[in-house]
């Protein structure tokens, strides 16, 4: 018996949205990865600043994990609202 070559896509929406519905929008390209990346980051300090971590510190923790940003690209990430997309 062949062995099924499965392929598990890692979901960072898992609180929103089933596994499946991720795989499927993200084949379609209906995901913003981007926008994914920062909602990750956002709830990263969020839960950093509730376990009273220093804001400089908690984003300083969160450039570690993304070396490719800068300090000030954290801080308008946590700090500014996601826009939201209008379709026109």
Same mark, same amino acid.
């Given at each position: 018996?062949?062995?099924?070559? %499965?392929?598990?896509?890692?979901?960072?929406?898992?609180? /929103? !949205?089933?596994?499946?519905?991720?795989?499927?929008? /993200?084949?379609?390209?209906?995901?913003?990865?981007?926008?994914?990346?920062?909602?990750? !980051?956002?709830?990263?300090?969020?839960?950093?600043?509730?376990?009273? %971590?220093?804001?400089?510190?908690?984003?300083?923790?969160?450039?570690?994990?993304?070396?490719? /940003?800068?300090?000030?690209?954290?801080?308008?990430?946590?700090?500014?609202?996601?826009?939201? !997309?209008?379709?026109?």
């Amino acid at each position: 018996m062949e062995k099924e070559e %499965v392929k598990k896509i890692d979901n960072p929406l898992a609180e /929103l !949205i089933s596994d499946d519905i991720y795989e499927l929008l /993200l084949s379609k390209g209906l995901i913003n990865e981007r926008s994914v990346r920062d909602y990750q !980051i956002r709830k990263k300090f969020k839960r950093l600043r509730e376990s009273k %971590v220093r804001t400089g510190d908690a984003i300083d923790m969160l450039r570690s994990e993304y070396p490719y /940003l800068q300090f000030d690209t954290i801080r308008k990430i946590v700090h500014n609202p996601p826009k939201n !997309i209008q379709v026109s």
